[in-house]
């Protein structure tokens, strides 16, 4: 494989390269499960194909080293080097807390109104947040392997039950911190 045909069989099975044998062997189901031509509703032999072929380089220990190297040449690093020179900046943190709260809302208030159909096209929230395509993926891998969203059959993005029990954790806290806030600036009526 050459630099100009490269392809990036991470992004085809959506996971990052320093998934583990477990993760990847989980992304592989999900996507040819999905794509299969048996299945109907998301049937697609060139992307169950592309899964495939991703799959059988990733999971052999030599051809994944070989493609890590292609990997790192293409991206001109290598992924585990830090991207800002190793700062540390806690703003990404918390920006990131308030993309993932929004998601989440954004999510459960899609599953209230339509339990059966809750899915969302991932586009739809990358434009409500306005990021980029990697902060996106970023987003979107942190609350999947936290068990809040999931990705349905369809292939959209959908609120689970623990996502549901996130926000409503969430929300109670909010609003007894406003309470708190509210009794500490009220006045003393004496």
Not at 12 to 26: D, F, R, S, Y
Not at 84 to 105: F, Q, V
Not at 163 to 169: P, W
């Amino acid at each position: 494989m050459s630099g100009d045909d490269f392809v990036d069989y991470y992004q085809i099975l959506q996971v990052g390269p320093t998934c583990n044998a477990k993760t990847l062997e989980a992304a592989y189901r999900h996507l040819a499960k999905m794509y299969h031509p048996d299945h109907p509703d998301t049937a697609d032999s060139t992307k169950f194909n592309e899964v495939i072929a991703a799959y059988k380089v990733l999971r052999n220990h030599d051809k994944r080293a070989k493609y890590d190297q292609l990997y790192a040449e293409k991206h001109g690093k290598h992924w585990f080097e830090p991207a800002s020179g190793g700062d540390i900046d806690d703003g990404h943190a918390l920006n990131d807390a308030e993309s993932h709260a929004k998601i989440l809302m954004y999510l459960y208030n899609k599953r209230r109104e339509n339990a059966q159909k809750a899915g969302v096209i991932g586009f739809y929230l990358q434009d409500l947040l306005k990021c980029s395509d990697e902060h996106f993926e970023f987003h979107k891998w942190y609350l999947k392997e936290k068990g809040l969203i999931a990705i349905t059959e369809q292939g959209t993005l959908a609120i689970t039950i623990e996502g549901v029990d996130h926000v409503i954790a969430m929300s109670r806290t909010t609003r007894a911190e406003k309470l708190l806030i509210a009794q500490a600036t009220a006045p003393d009526d004496e």
